[in-house]
């Protein structure tokens, strides 16, 4: 106990450390784990139809070198599959029609949800969370804007790796691209912090989180080939198609849980919340103000008032527990 109480008082002290636990802190009270796995799940489920009508539609419009080459990019991003696997849908349209709906509908359901995780991250009471139609309408909107610039961002990282261009970018032009890319996705977790939360949020808000997130992502997408050549290729010898399976779920729930904790500092960098008590809890004024937060979502109508009373609280505290 002595060594965390010393802890404690270290982490009081440094901006940095109290931040960065107090960001481990509000993500372990709001269950973001779970929020993850749901995010995950639904991403999983939408990947495969989209995949399809994907390669579907690189085949009607892409020459077959650079076709090969987007696939291996899009490969890159879900561990163990291969590009050559991968086969567009042929024949009657009907087929593609139904690619495109299943796949609609199950990335409709994966950005719901995270709409729902990073309303629950901010403690959006639920009288102030959009309707089901909101939802959908916001959605969609997500859809054509993100999807679109992951799709740049694709063909961008294609562009830079693939010598079958004919261009020869040299090593400035190949870091100047990947540093295009970053901010390209940078960019993009940017945009869906703000368009998915139910607050109005301000580039300030959320470029640090944003930041984080947009970073990790481009880091683990060029370390995953290597990782999983040296680490995953036995396993799909070992058990097929199920090692496929698990990859990429964990694939999508290791990018979720990055998401979240991005997500969550940016909370607790708006909010103040920080620095956090690791003993004895609560002493510190963002301890009250944390919990202040908890109770204040779970007000279901606009003229419902919850009320939190801790024992101690600073006045400050008392003041924000009315929501």
């Not at 802190?25 to 784990?33: C, I, L, N, V």
């Not at 995950?40 to 009607?60: E, H, Q």
């Not at 139910?198 to 997130?213: K, N, Q, W």
Request: hydrophobic share 50%; with cysteine; aromatic share 10%.
């Amino acid at each position: 106990m002595k060594i965390l109480e010393r802890l404690d008082l270290v982490q009081k002290r440094s901006r940095p450390l109290s931040v960065a636990l107090a960001t481990v802190r509000k993500f372990s009270e709001d269950q973001s784990t779970s929020l993850a796995a749901m995010v995950a799940f639904w991403a999983f489920f939408s990947v495969f139809p989209l995949l399809l009508v994907a390669v579907t539609v690189l085949g009607w419009v892409l020459p077959p070198a650079e076709k090969a080459s987007v696939l291996g990019r899009i490969a890159e991003m879900f561990p163990l599959l291969n590009a050559k696997d991968i086969k567009g849908l042929s024949g009657s349209w009907w087929p593609v029609a139904v690619g495109a709906v299943s796949s609609l509908w199950s990335g409709l359901g994966a950005i719901g949800t995270m709409q729902t995780a990073l309303n629950s991250v901010w403690e959006v009471p639920y009288h102030r969370r959009p309707g089901r139609l909101k939802q959908i309408r916001r959605s969609l909107w997500v859809l054509c804007t993100i999807g679109l610039g992951l799709v740049a961002t694709t063909l961008l990282s294609s562009f830079i790796t693939s010598s079958a261009n004919g261009v020869h970018l040299g090593v400035a032009g190949h870091v100047g691209g990947y540093l295009v890319a970053v901010v390209f996705d940078v960019g993009l977790v940017l945009a869906a912090f703000r368009i998915l939360t139910e607050r109005e949020l301000s580039l300030r808000d959320v470029l640090p989180g944003a930041t984080l997130t947009g970073v990790v992502f481009f880091v683990l997408q060029e370390l995953s080939a290597f990782i999983i050549s040296r680490h995953l290729k036995s396993a799909q010898s070992t058990y097929g198609h199920f090692a496929t399976v698990i990859t990429i779920l964990w694939w999508f729930y290791l990018q979720a849980v990055i998401t979240m904790l991005g997500a969550q500092l940016n909370v607790v960098l708006r909010e103040h919340l920080y620095p956090r008590s690791l003993v004895n809890a609560p002493q510190t004024e963002a301890d009250h103000r944390a919990l202040q937060a908890y109770a204040g979502e779970r007000a279901y109508h606009p003229q419902e008032e919850v009320v939190a009373r801790v024992e101690g609280a600073p006045a400050d505290a008392r003041r924000a527990s009315r929501s």
